[in-house]
């Protein structure tokens, strides 16, 4: 089974507004990644936490790990138009090192409006 | 441009007829990975390769073969295609199996097997 349950499924905001979506997992983490998948188009790498992290900035992107409640969180502040997209969470789990296997959720669709 | 290209894009075949899809990537990256991603079941490893012909089995590999020859590439063979391998798939790669590498996914191939 996978890994991760992202929450919500989906959310439509307005432009300027955040948007924040939620993850989960199940087992012992080396870190949790988050990618964008714009529609027709490949993954593209946001942003990686590493579990001994708590948080995690990139631009307008903010991640926070909680490893106690296996967690985590993506808030995009100040969204634009362009941030329409799907989000999804993955992991390496502790026992994907000789792997390099992503777990990932099934992802939050965000859609923008202008 | 940095980049993982997958080809083709999109096709539609038979049962049976032997496919082969490419993917090649341009950044001298060790690790290459594919996946296939279905609506409820999220993105699923198929195979991976650690470097130069060292390959091996992901969650989902029955019914698919691979080869690395040479660094870059790395082709995903469907020697009898089934219908339930309709889906979609993508090829990703990254510096390395380390488990802080983020990896690059190509723009994706969709496969309709009749």
């Known amino acids: 089974s996978q890994q991760g349950e992202e929450d919500p499924q989906a959310l439509s905001i307005q432009e300027g507004e955040n948007a924040t979506m939620n993850c989960s997992y199940k087992?012992?983490?080396?870190?949790l990644q988050w990618y964008r998948q714009n529609s027709g188009r490949g993954l593209v790498h946001l942003i990686l936490?590493?579990?001994?992290?708590r948080e995690k900035h990139s631009g307008r992107l903010r991640v926070t790990l909680d490893t106690s409640k296996k967690s985590s969180s993506l808030l995009i502040t100040a969204s634009r138009a362009a941030d329409t997209a799907s989000y999804f969470c993955?992991?390496?789990?502790?026992?994907?090192?000789?792997?390099?296997?992503?777990?990932f959720g099934q992802g939050t669709t965000l859609q923008v409006k202008p | 441009e940095a980049q993982v290209t997958q080809n083709p894009r999109y096709l539609i075949t038979v049962t049976g007829k032997k496919l082969t899809v490419t993917c090649s990537q341009n950044?001298?990256?060790?690790?290459m990975s594919w996946y296939r991603q279905d609506p409820g079941l999220g993105l699923r490893q198929i195979y991976y390769?650690?470097?130069?012909?060292?390959?091996d089995k992901g969650d989902v590999p029955e019914g698919y073969k691979v080869s690395r020859k040479e660094k870059r590439n790395f082709p995903l063979i469907l020697e009898s295609p089934s219908p339930n391998q309709t889906s979609l798939y993508f090829c990703?790669?990254?510096?390395?199996?380390?488990?802080?590498?983020?990896?690059?996914f190509g723009d994706g191939t969709r496969l309709s097997i009749l």
């Open positions: 993955a992991t390496r789990t502790r026992g994907s090192s000789n792997t390099g296997k992503l777990i």
């Open positions: 087992t012992s983490i080396n870190n």
């Open positions: 936490i590493r579990s001994n992290e």
């Open positions: 950044m001298n990256h060790e690790y």
């Open positions: 390769s650690m470097n130069v012909e060292v390959t």
């Open positions: 990703a790669s990254s510096l390395s199996v380390g488990p802080n590498q983020p990896q690059h």
